[in-house]
């Protein structure tokens, strides 16, 4: 029989859960963009080497799965005395991977920028980080705004993984409460719809955040 | 070094092997799930639409992770009793449909409404519009985010390890908890999936080729 | 206007009614076909011409009415009854040809196998009978050279001579032409109207949407102009261009010929 019961008393522990879940998207997020945007410099600058430097790290953290790169982390970093809590490994490493993925975005956005936008800023003697900061990355994040809550939603789910270095987000919380009831099916699947409702939710917010933006 | 390998070596071929198998099986059904799936909300009935609507949107919103979970520990529940690898390979075909049938909905989408009424203008049937006209003329746009699903998918098959198929990463992992030695199964793994992912690019772009040999000038 | 109860219709309108949501694209529409002749359809965009010409095929559903071809009723089982069988509306449609705005070739297929495609999977043929036939159809056009071309290495005006050449294959009854040369470069207009006049004279029965008012006056047995889902004048191209009756046409025509500063 499918117990309703255990879902509705286990579900406050797992809603609970869920702050580790965000926390690591959303710090994770924050992160990919600051990184990205750097990267995603490097990859349009003049110099050879910052372009391949570029290159190299979007194809490994993107050609890389990312339960690879945690337990690297999680293995490695002891190894070469970093002993970063394990929270932090989790959110520094997410937001490696998602740096990768929003690189691109944004390349891709600022692809989409007329070229007389930064010729009119360098026309009026704006320095090349003014014109980076003032100019060119609040009209990339517009046009990239769907696909970075996309990555966003991604990130959500790919936060799963972070289970394998002992955060108790979602997924390890379902885990316990199953091994503890008997009651995989239940509890997993309100997890599933957990996510679920986060990434609606999330979805929600970008439409109505690029609606206000698209003035 | 040499010693470890010749050790795991047997072990790490396995999960090669497996990890190809699984990540193999998953894409192929997955795309023809999903292929199905597609026709279905294209061609059946309306009252199709709401339920496959739920079917791709809690698919794509929930982690691999708990759908392999609900699958491989919540199904015998229900009586699906599952072995840990056709549950991975079922996981994979049930993620991979969702994710297939929304790009292949986006190539037919994108297929010129004229050049349909002309085969229907001729008088050819349903089956022989999309086998002979739609499925061609949509592989074009199709064809890269299906390549570029296929590859997201081998980085899936990974998650396999979770609920202990014996694939690369679960052979690996045991080589580190039981040798302490980090450097040489995170390097094999590395090289492994690049190689893996440029295969697979390769075929991609060869299949590209084929799909569109009629767009490149000959003359 | 005159009728014309000489020979039976080759197809006809009786009352055709087409809503698109509150918008009514044809009002009670009646025209009847000549066989053997040139029908061309004429007026403002937007005046339902084209809606008229996708309901023959039924391309388009019609809400009411009856549209026949050869006394036989297409899209629906009987007047105001049920839809038709798909099947069955499939063999009706192999009777009439249609010729397309955009050509709509398929990309994938060469111009060869374009034309053969239909006489290989509709009409059943043989792929050798097939391809001999489709031949014979792009000679015609006078593309015989052109049969190993895919339509991106093709011209405008080469394509839609495939076109027609893949609906001539089918040896239908009716040929619907969509404004087939609005898409085309001027200097290509010319090779289209040429094929188009070859199968007039060889005495196809065509409709034909178009705004190439010197095809209509040449071409055309009768022109039947069209405003705002209605037929306002049907008649020989010497009525409607030359005496024009009703003040609706003759603004058009002015317009026309004010826009391009020619006679004809």
């Known amino acids: 029989m499918f117990s309703f019961q255990t879902i509705i008393d286990n579900l406050p522990v797992l809603i609970g859960s869920a702050r580790y879940t965000l926390l690591i998207s959303v710090l994770g997020c924050l992160e990919g963009l600051i990184l990205g945007a750097v990267i995603c410099a490097a990859a349009l600058s003049h110099k050879i080497w910052l372009r391949r430097a570029a290159a190299l790290y979007v194809s490994f953290f993107r050609g890389v799965p990312l339960l690879i790169q945690l337990l690297v982390a999680y293995y490695l970093l002891p190894v070469i005395g970093l002993n970063v809590p394990a929270l932090v490994a989790a959110v520094l490493t997410v937001g490696f991977c998602a740096a990768a993925y929003l690189s691109e975005v944004l390349r891709g956005s600022l692809n989409a920028i007329p070229k007389g936008q930064a010729e009119a800023a360098a026309a009026i003697g704006m320095v090349p980080l003014d014109v980076w900061v003032r100019i060119l990355l609040p009209q990339a994040l517009k046009i990239g705004l769907p696909a970075i809550v996309n990555e966003l939603i991604l990130l959500v789910k790919a936060s799963s993984l972070v289970t394998v270095v002992g955060i108790v987000e979602i997924t390890r919380m379902s885990q316990s409460i199953a091994a503890a009831t008997f009651r995989p099916l239940e509890i997993y699947l309100a997890a599933a719809f957990i996510y679920l409702a986060i990434n609606l939710v999330i979805a929600q917010v970008g439409r109505v955040l690029e609606r206000r933006l698209a003035v | 070094m040499l010693e470890t390998l010749h050790r795991y070596g047997p072990d790490l071929l396995t999960g090669f092997g497996l990890t190809i198998f699984s990540w193999l099986l998953g894409t192929a059904f997955g795309f023809v799930l999903g292929f199905l799936i597609e026709i279905a909300r294209r061609f059946g009935p309306r009252a199709l639409g709401y339920p496959i609507r739920a079917y791709v949107e809690f698919i794509r919103g929930t982690p691999f992770l708990v759908q392999l979970f609900v699958l491989y520990y919540g199904g015998p529940l229900i009586g699906l009793r599952l072995d840990a690898l056709p549950a991975g390979i079922l996981g994979l075909t049930i993620y991979g449909s969702a994710y297939f049938t929304e790009i292949l909905r986006a190539g037919f989408d994108a297929v010129p409404l004229g050049q349909i009424e002309a085969a229907r203008a001729i008088g050819f049937r349903n089956s022989t519009i999309v086998s002979r006209i739609m499925v061609p003329v949509m592989m074009v746009s199709a064809l890269p985010a299906l390549v570029n699903f296929a590859i997201i998918l081998t980085k899936e098959t990974v998650i396999l390890s979770m609920i202990t198929v014996p694939e690369i990463m679960f052979q690996t992992q045991t080589m580190m908890s039981e040798t302490f030695a980090f450097v040489t199964p995170i390097l094999i793994l590395a090289l492994f999936f690049w190689g893996f992912v440029e295969a697979i690019s390769r075929i991609g772009r060869r299949l590209e080729r084929r799909f569109t040999h009629y767009l490149i000038d000959r003359s | ?264």
């Not at chain 3, 040369?181 to 034909?208: F, H, I, N, R, W």
């Open chain 3, 1 to 264: 206007m005159t009728h014309q109860p000489a020979a039976p219709a080759a197809a006809y309108l009786r009352n055709v009614n087409k809503f698109y949501g509150p918008f009514q694209a044809l009002k009670d529409v009646s025209l009847d076909i000549p066989p053997g002749k040139v029908t061309c359809l004429i007026g403002p965009s937007g005046s339902g011409k084209s809606t008229l010409l996708r309901c023959i095929n039924v391309l388009e559903d019609y809400d009411s009415g009856e549209v026949r071809i050869d006394d036989q009723l297409i899209g629906y089982e009987t007047p105001g009854g049920k839809r038709m069988a798909p099947r069955r509306l499939r063999e009706m449609r192999r009777e009439i040809g249609m010729v397309f705005q955009q050509f709509n070739l398929w990309p994938h297929m060469t111009a060869l196998q374009n034309v053969a495609e239909g006489l290989e999977r509709v009409r059943g043929l043989s792929r050798a009978q097939a391809e001999t036939r489709a031949r014979e159809a792009l000679a015609k056009v006078g593309l015989g050279d052109k049969e190993g071309n895919h339509p991106s290495h093709l011209s405008g005006g080469q394509q839609q001579r495939v076109a027609i050449a893949r609906a001539i294959a089918m040896e239908p009854r009716i040929m619907l032409f969509d404004e087939p040369t609005s898409a085309l470069d001027p200097e290509l207009v010319g090779e289209v109207l040429g094929v188009m006049k070859q199968l007039a004279a060889e005495g196809m029965t065509m409709v034909v949407v178009t705004h190439e008012m010197g095809f209509a006056a040449h071409v055309a047995d009768r022109v039947v102009f069209m405003e705002r889902g209605e037929i306002v004048a049907v008649g020989s191209p010497r009525d409607v261009f030359d005496a024009p009756s009703d003040p609706r046409l003759a603004s058009f025509l002015q317009g026309y010929r004010e826009r391009n500063s020619l006679d004809f």
